[in-house]
């Protein structure tokens, strides 16, 4: 069974550009999550789908982000327009439908962005 | 709130010796723990995981970890590294009617030859 991929593995971008990264979840997988890391600091959860709705997007910064998950399957993460505080790797884990804490999440290897 | 303190930011372990990892949580509720390792280049994978029984748990490549509620720990054991096992190491507890996990900030375990 293939794993979580992400996709770019790291982006550079400049300030005030848009840039979209994309999670694939492991095939069967209701609940998608994003989670973040900003260097040196804890990861942090952003928002948790299941199927193709946000179940809780309490995480997400602000505005200038914006998760979508059409379809139930992948799902990609917007931000525009990016700025200097939005540096960090930004994780997406999946889990099967039956859910709860036995519902283990399988996490990608991350996307690094750095803005620039 | 909910919180988890990794007080080690790095920890350099020769081969073959033991290790341990510290891991504190501040929750109301019973807690869920969880502990995860990245390696170079991967992603976060499971070691092992808490929820209610048996204090002691065994989890993948030889780690185990042991709640103490007195305490508020889930620290992280090994009885004798490999290099392999460098990687950073996460401690975790799951929160939230929607299964978010409250990370703490890793720790980056270092083995020496």
């Known amino acids: 069974e293939a794993g979580v991929t992400q996709f770019p593995s790291h982006s550079v971008i400049e300030k005030g550009q848009t840039v979209t990264l994309r999670c694939d979840p492991i095939?069967?997988?209701?609940?998608l999550y994003w989670y973040r890391r900003v260097m040196g600091k804890e990861i942090k959860f952003l928002l948790h789908f299941v199927k193709e709705s946000k179940q809780d997007e309490s995480g997400m910064p602000n505005n200038r982000f914006l998760a979508e998950r059409t379809g139930g399957t992948y799902s990609t993460l917007k931000v525009q327009p990016a700025e200097l505080e939005d540096s960090g790797v930004y994780f997406c884990?999946?889990?099967?439908?039956?859910?709860?804490?036995?519902?283990?999440?399988?996490f990608g290897p991350g996307t690094r962005l750095t803005v620039t | 709130a909910q919180s988890v303190t990794q007080p080690d930011i790095h920890i350099t372990v020769s081969e073959g010796a033991s290790l341990e990892l510290r891991c504190n949580y501040s929750y109301g509720a019973t807690p869920y723990l969880f502990w995860y390792v990245q390696s170079p280049g991967q992603g976060l994978q499971l070691l092992l995981k808490?929820?209610?029984?048996d204090t002691l748990v065994q989890g993948i490549k030889g780690f185990e970890a042991e709640f103490k509620r007195s305490q508020s720990s889930f620290n992280l054991r090994k009885p004798s590294v490999h290099w392999s096992d460098a990687a950073e190491y996460f401690c975790a507890v799951g929160a939230g009617s929607n299964y978010q996990l409250i990370w703490g900030a890793g720790t980056k375990l270092i083995i020496k030859p």
């Open positions: 808490y929820f209610s029984g």
């Open positions: 884990a999946s889990s099967r439908g039956q859910g709860g804490w036995l519902g283990e999440q399988y």
């Open positions: 095939s069967g997988h209701d609940n």
